[in-house]
Structures are given as C-alpha cells and as structure tokens.
C-alpha cells in the first residue's frame, strides 16, 4: 500500500538509548567523581561530615566506574552483560544511598544532595534498563 510501509530500526538505532544513557552516566559519573576527589573538604562539610579522607577513594571509585562506562558506550556493538551490569551498581547505588541517609548524620543540605543523587543515578539505570530490553526487542523481531 502506497505511505503504508514498515520501518525496521538498524542495529546503531535501537542502541541509541542505552548508548546515550551510559556516556550521560558516565559524564555524571566522572564529574561527580572528580569533584569528590577535587573538592572532598567543601564537598564533607557541606554534607556535615567531619572525616573527609573517605570521600576521595569514593571519587576515585566514581571515575574508575566512568571509564568503564565510557568504554563500554562506544563499542561498535554494545554488549548487554556489561550494560546489565551498569543498572545493577546503578540500582545497588540508589538503594545504597538511601540506606546511608538513616544511617548518617548528614546535613539537611547533604541529605538533599545525596536523594538529589540517587534520583539522577536511578534515572540513568531506568533508561540503561529500557535501552538493554529496546535491543533485546529488536534482536527477537530480527530473528522471528
């Protein structure tokens, strides 16, 4: 039928989301990291902290998890057990967070800060999820 055609993506098309949510999660990640790493003191007391050496290994951590992310993004065919991966730490992490906010002592400001954290990071493992099963689809109608 004529204007009636069907439109398949291509393969970089239906990687697209999760391609895009691991560099913007990585992004995040590395800046995050390096003002952990950068600004660890500023960045304790305003979380009310008193102990702020911790915060540097975190952001070291953050910029390792960066990488890897980064990496992970910009193979020509992404792999789904490393993206899988990613919304898993994403996940741990925002539940993490969450546990931590009735464990410490934080600031009024860091305790917004870190649920302010744990929302964005649940975001991106929400949009790496539905990017991993966008391509699970794609593969299924490929092969059926």
Not at 16 to 38: I, K, M, P, T, Y
Request: aromatic share 10%.
């Amino acid at each position: 039928m004529k204007g009636c055609e069907i439109v398949t993506k291509s393969p970089p098309d239906s990687q697209r989301l999760l391609r895009n949510a691991l560099l913007c999660n990585a992004l995040f990640s590395a800046l995050s990291g390096l003002a952990l790493v950068f600004a660890h003191n500023r960045i304790g007391t305003l979380l009310g902290l008193t102990e702020n050496d911790s915060l540097t290994g975190l952001g070291v951590g953050l910029i390792l998890f960066a990488t890897a992310l980064a990496f992970s993004a910009r193979r020509s065919e992404l792999k789904l057990p490393e993206a899988s991966v990613a919304v898993a730490l994403d996940f741990a992490w925002v539940l993490g967070s969450y546990v931590i906010l009735f464990l410490v002592p934080f600031s009024t400001h860091g305790k917004w800060l870190i649920a302010a954290i744990a929302d964005i990071v649940l975001a991106f493992g929400i949009l790496q999820w539905l990017g991993i099963h966008r391509i699970r689809n794609f593969r299924q109608q490929r092969e059926g």
